[in-house]
């Protein structure tokens, strides 16, 4: 599948917008509708039914979860006719397989760490906060792309709710124990959880990153209410609407995707099975010498970042059995890999 990330710094002069699955969607997400041309939307998975009952539809689509999240993929009559033409499901390279599965989309792939971007790519690994919104924004950075607009992404409760109606992820009870009050949109406070926190402080570190760079996007926050961000503008989305600049040149993201050059499967399992042979050699030597094995796993981990991720529990383990079963479970995932090829 062709990696997003090669577009980087390749789609500029084009605003995105980067859709959450938070409860306000419902109450200023139609708005959306009205981007045409002028952006792109880019949405996490759990907000595409919430978006297509609005009338509006995505061009990009971003899951990367490990579990089977392909039920928020699959649609009905109805919303296939909303839905775009071309439009791109993106799914991690890590992710259920299958979100690869699931049929009518433009197929795309990412990765989350830099062991899977060298196996499977170009060394290029996406930087998120461990969610399809920040992923979302940081693609849409890397590619150029502004001003970076979120929409939708409350990272707080409204009431009891976390997320717009039509996901499935509503909870319809709060853990007091996880609750955190935090400054609000447009002042005031509001409560979220521990979770969504980390989520907050992610888009804070990121905003403040970019303002190092030499080039900045502009940072905007059109989420009708919730979490304030640092580093984020406050306008609301109807004047960002009405303020975005003259449509750019018309884009076809399906050809620059076919235009991307892929890995060749054969190549990948030429690697694998290098790896598989390593493997089963440090297996050997660490039934010698433990610390000769350790300082080979480290060796080879300081040489491929895949290695250093599979090799990882292996090396903390601390002993010469809990060593083994790590290292018999990391040739367990490559010779899965390779069966999979």
Not at 96 to 102: E, I
Not at 128 to 143: H, K, P, R, S
Not at 296 to 307: C, G
């Amino acid at each position: 599948l062709p990696d997003l990330m090669l577009l980087r710094n390749r789609i500029n002069s084009r605003a995105a917008f980067i859709v959450g699955a938070g409860p306000s969607l419902a109450e200023n997400g139609r708005l959306l509708s009205e981007v045409g041309p002028k952006g792109f939307i880019i949405c996490a998975a759990a907000a595409l039914k919430p978006l297509l009952s609005l009338g509006v539809s995505p061009d990009i689509i971003l899951v990367l979860e490990s579990s089977d999240t392909s039920s928020y993929l699959t649609l009905n009559e109805v919303e296939r006719q909303i839905l775009k033409n071309e439009v791109v499901l993106a799914a991690a390279s890590g992710s259920h397989p299958n979100h690869f599965k699931v049929d009518g989309f433009i197929k795309a792939i990412f990765h989350l760490n830099g062991g899977e971007a060298q196996l499977l790519g170009r060394g290029l690994f996406l930087p998120q906060g461990g969610n399809a919104g920040t992923a979302a924004f940081a693609l849409a950075y890397v590619w150029g792309m502004s001003p970076l607009i979120l929409v939708g992404q409350d990272q707080a409760y409204h009431g009891q709710l976390l997320h717009a109606p039509g996901t499935v992820d509503n909870v319809s009870e709060i853990d007091r124990a996880t609750v955190v009050t935090i400054p609000a949109i447009g002042g005031g406070f509001a409560e979220t959880n521990t979770s969504l926190l980390a989520s907050i402080n992610w888009y804070a570190e990121a905003a403040n990153s970019i303002k190092r760079k030499s080039v900045q996007p502009k940072l905007i926050n059109s989420t009708f209410r919730g979490a304030a961000l640092k580093g984020f503008e406050e306008i609301s989305l109807d004047e960002v609407l009405r303020n975005l600049g003259p449509e750019p040149n018309p884009i076809s993201l399906k050809a620059m995707l076919s235009a991307l050059p892929k890995p060749s499967a054969k190549e990948i399992r030429g690697d694998l099975r290098q790896m598989s042979a390593l493997v089963s050699s440090l297996k050997s030597v660490l039934q010698v010498n433990f610390q000769r094995c350790i300082n080979e796993m480290m060796n080879a981990s300081k040489a491929s970042a895949f290695l250093a991720h599979i090799l990882a529990p292996a090396l903390a383990s601390g002993h010469r059995a809990g060593a083994l079963k790590n290292l018999i479970w990391a040739d367990g995932i490559i010779l899965k890999m390779l069966a999979s090829l």
